[in-house]
Protein backbone atom coordinates (compact mmCIF):
# COMPACT_ATOMS: atom_id res chain seq x y z
CA UNK A 1 0.00 0.00 0.00
CA UNK A 2 1.11 3.86 -1.00
CA UNK A 3 -0.67 5.42 1.44
CA UNK A 4 2.16 8.04 1.88
CA UNK A 5 1.08 10.61 5.16
CA UNK A 6 3.12 13.04 6.77
CA UNK A 7 4.85 11.29 10.05
CA UNK A 8 3.86 14.65 12.15
CA UNK A 9 0.21 15.82 10.16
CA UNK A 10 1.38 19.40 10.87
CA UNK A 11 2.00 22.05 8.65
CA UNK A 12 4.19 24.87 9.58
CA UNK A 13 2.22 27.57 8.42
CA UNK A 14 0.28 28.79 11.80
CA UNK A 15 2.53 32.49 12.09
CA UNK A 16 -0.52 34.28 13.44
CA UNK A 17 0.32 38.15 12.92
CA UNK A 18 0.41 39.44 16.33
CA UNK A 19 0.56 43.16 16.81
CA UNK A 20 2.10 43.87 13.30
CA UNK A 21 -0.33 45.88 11.21
CA UNK A 22 -3.41 44.17 8.86
CA UNK A 23 -1.47 43.00 5.86
CA UNK A 24 -1.89 44.84 2.57
CA UNK A 25 -4.13 42.42 0.58
CA UNK A 26 -3.00 42.73 -3.38
CA UNK A 27 -5.98 43.63 -5.56
CA UNK A 28 -7.86 45.81 -3.12
CA UNK A 29 -7.57 48.97 -1.80
CA UNK A 30 -9.66 51.90 -0.12
CA UNK A 31 -11.13 55.02 -1.90
CA UNK A 32 -14.24 57.07 -0.46
CA UNK A 33 -14.83 54.79 2.23
CA UNK A 34 -15.34 51.98 0.65
CA UNK A 35 -13.43 48.67 -0.59
CA UNK A 36 -12.04 48.24 -4.24
CA UNK A 37 -11.22 45.33 -5.82
CA UNK A 38 -8.88 46.39 -9.04
CA UNK A 39 -8.15 42.91 -11.20
CA UNK A 40 -6.78 41.86 -14.63
CA UNK A 41 -8.69 40.22 -16.92
CA UNK A 42 -7.96 37.29 -19.22
CA UNK A 43 -7.06 40.53 -21.87
CA UNK A 44 -4.90 42.35 -19.52
CA UNK A 45 -7.27 45.40 -18.95
CA UNK A 46 -7.24 46.76 -15.09
CA UNK A 47 -10.58 46.48 -13.86
CA UNK A 48 -12.19 48.48 -10.83
CA UNK A 49 -14.95 48.35 -9.28
CA UNK A 50 -16.32 49.11 -5.79
CA UNK A 51 -17.08 46.37 -3.83
CA UNK A 52 -18.26 47.62 0.07
CA UNK A 53 -16.60 46.07 3.01
CA UNK A 54 -12.84 44.68 3.19
CA UNK A 55 -14.28 41.21 3.93
CA UNK A 56 -15.90 41.54 0.57
CA UNK A 57 -13.37 42.87 -1.81
CA UNK A 58 -11.10 40.09 -0.76
CA UNK A 59 -13.96 37.01 -1.53
CA UNK A 60 -14.95 39.36 -4.51
CA UNK A 61 -11.23 39.56 -5.64
CA UNK A 62 -10.00 36.02 -4.90
CA UNK A 63 -13.20 35.15 -7.12
CA UNK A 64 -12.59 37.40 -10.49
CA UNK A 65 -8.91 35.70 -10.25
CA UNK A 66 -9.92 32.31 -9.92
CA UNK A 67 -12.37 32.64 -13.26
CA UNK A 68 -9.22 34.62 -14.97
CA UNK A 69 -7.25 31.49 -14.23
CA UNK A 70 -10.01 29.15 -15.47
CA UNK A 71 -10.33 31.11 -18.55
CA UNK A 72 -6.74 31.02 -19.42
CA UNK A 73 -6.61 27.39 -18.74
CA UNK A 74 -9.37 26.75 -20.70
CA UNK A 75 -8.30 29.80 -23.52
CA UNK A 76 -11.28 31.85 -23.25
CA UNK A 77 -11.61 35.28 -22.69
CA UNK A 78 -12.85 36.81 -19.32
CA UNK A 79 -13.81 40.21 -19.50
CA UNK A 80 -16.62 42.31 -18.81
CA UNK A 81 -15.78 44.89 -21.34
CA UNK A 82 -15.38 42.22 -24.20
CA UNK A 83 -18.50 40.47 -22.88
CA UNK A 84 -20.58 43.36 -23.76
CA UNK A 85 -18.45 43.96 -27.30
CA UNK A 86 -18.76 40.05 -28.23
CA UNK A 87 -22.72 40.10 -28.54
CA UNK A 88 -22.41 44.05 -29.84
CA UNK A 89 -19.78 42.18 -32.80
CA UNK A 90 -22.51 39.15 -32.58
CA UNK A 91 -25.40 41.66 -33.85
CA UNK A 92 -23.58 43.43 -36.25
CA UNK A 93 -22.32 40.19 -37.40
CA UNK A 94 -25.98 39.07 -37.71
CA UNK A 95 -26.78 42.36 -40.00
CA UNK A 96 -23.60 41.63 -42.20
CA UNK A 97 -24.30 37.75 -42.68
CA UNK A 98 -28.17 39.16 -43.89
CA UNK A 99 -26.63 41.33 -46.19
CA UNK A 100 -23.96 38.96 -47.45
CA UNK A 101 -26.44 36.67 -47.95
CA UNK A 102 -28.80 38.99 -49.86
CA UNK A 103 -25.90 39.86 -52.37
CA UNK A 104 -25.09 35.98 -53.13
CA UNK A 105 -29.15 35.90 -53.73
CA UNK A 106 -28.79 39.04 -56.18
CA UNK A 107 -25.54 37.52 -58.01
CA UNK A 108 -27.41 34.14 -57.79
CA UNK A 109 -30.02 35.75 -59.91
CA UNK A 110 -27.83 37.66 -62.38
CA UNK A 111 -25.97 34.60 -62.89
CA UNK A 112 -26.26 30.93 -63.97
CA UNK A 113 -25.81 28.28 -61.47
CA UNK A 114 -22.75 26.67 -61.54
CA UNK A 115 -19.85 25.92 -59.42
CA UNK A 116 -19.15 29.52 -58.42
CA UNK A 117 -22.27 29.66 -56.24
CA UNK A 118 -20.74 26.49 -54.34
CA UNK A 119 -17.97 28.01 -53.77
CA UNK A 120 -19.33 31.24 -52.66
CA UNK A 121 -21.76 29.62 -50.51
CA UNK A 122 -18.92 27.35 -48.93
CA UNK A 123 -16.49 30.13 -48.30
CA UNK A 124 -19.68 31.78 -46.88
CA UNK A 125 -20.41 29.89 -44.32
CA UNK A 126 -16.66 28.90 -43.49
CA UNK A 127 -16.18 32.40 -42.59
CA UNK A 128 -19.50 33.75 -40.88
CA UNK A 129 -21.51 30.15 -40.65
CA UNK A 130 -18.56 28.27 -38.00
CA UNK A 131 -18.89 32.11 -36.04
CA UNK A 132 -22.45 32.22 -35.31
CA UNK A 133 -22.25 28.22 -34.33
CA UNK A 134 -19.35 28.64 -31.87
CA UNK A 135 -21.27 31.73 -30.23
CA UNK A 136 -23.59 29.84 -28.72
CA UNK A 137 -21.88 27.57 -27.58
CA UNK A 138 -19.25 29.23 -25.28
CA UNK A 139 -19.26 27.06 -22.07
CA UNK A 140 -16.96 28.61 -19.86
CA UNK A 141 -19.85 30.05 -17.94
CA UNK A 142 -20.66 27.52 -14.89
CA UNK A 143 -21.25 29.20 -11.86
CA UNK A 144 -23.65 31.70 -10.63
ZN1 LIG B 1 -10.91 43.24 -19.59
Not at 16 to 21: I, N, S, V
Not at 73 to 79: E, K, N, T
Not at 98 to 106: G, K, M, P, S, T
Request: hydrophobic content about 30%.
Amino acid sequence: MSDSRDSAGQVGTSDKPGTRQPEKQRGIFQRDGRWWISWYCTEGHRHRQPIGSRKLAIQEHGARRKEVEKARRLGVIYCPDEEWKRKQAQQRQRVLFREIAQDFLDFAATHKRDRCDKFRMERLLSVFGENLVSGDHTGGRGTL
